[in-house]
């Protein structure tokens, strides 16, 4: 069973870090881009940030500069390092990948179960 799976949220002050790790697991033949998504309570689910297989990035205007992506290709593993937390990013963070599992298959969306992150005083 193919499957992503996040961990290392929690509660930090504003100012504050965490470090967000997603695995992917299962039979996996490739796994293009990756990425970090967010929904806050009352609103849509928003990009944080995206990865390519090469390591190019993409990050939302509202994490530049506090947010760092990365993989490990071999490991099938993407962290996300925020720092300089701020109220505003409170939410639950999606793991995202674009998966193909078998030679010949489109690459599919995926998504992990989500983890909480709460920046609070």
């Known amino acids: 069973q193919v499957q992503l799976v996040e961990s290392g949220g929690g509660l930090v002050q504003p100012g504050g870090s965490l470090r967000l790790s997603c695995v992917a697991s299962?039979?996996?033949?490739?796994?293009?881009?990756m990425g970090w998504y967010r929904q806050a309570p009352g609103k849509q689910r928003e990009l944080g940030a995206r990865?390519?297989?090469?390591?190019?990035?993409k990050y939302a205007d509202s994490v530049k500069g506090r947010f760092t992506i990365s993989r490990h290709n071999f490991e099938k593993t993407i962290w996300l390092q925020m720092n300089s937390l701020k109220y505003e990013d409170t939410a639950v963070y999606y793991c995202?990948?674009?998966?193909?599992?078998?030679?010949?298959?489109?690459?599919?969306?995926?998504w992990g179960q989500g983890t909480q992150v709460t920046v609070s005083s």
């Open positions: 995202n990948g674009d998966l193909v599992l078998r030679l010949f298959d489109q690459p599919r969306p995926y």
């Open positions: 299962g039979s996996i033949f490739r796994i293009n881009d």
């Open positions: 990865i390519t297989a090469g390591g190019n990035t």
